[in-house]
């Protein structure tokens, strides 16, 4: 299991925060997302076959891209 953490400055409410929650844990492999309004930070937990790459790029379609990874 891998876990990482993404800085999201788009992130700006609520709504937002639970875009990127349901949008994530749709992904194969995805097991636990914790999107923080405060912090405007995203941590994810997952396993093959998601991948980093993965979760970028629906972050990217969804209009919510990291700026950041760590």
Do not use: W
């Not at 700006?12 to 492999?29: P, S, V």
């Amino acid at each position: 299991m891998e876990k990482v953490t993404y800085q999201i400055p788009a992130i700006h409410c609520g709504h937002c925060t639970h875009t990127i929650k349901m949008e994530l844990e749709e992904l194969d492999g995805v097991k636990n997302v914790i999107a923080d309004l405060a912090s405007k930070q995203v941590e994810v937990e997952f396993e093959d076959p998601a991948t980093v790459e993965e979760i970028i790029g629906t972050l990217r379609e969804i209009n919510y891209p990291p700026e950041t990874i760590g």
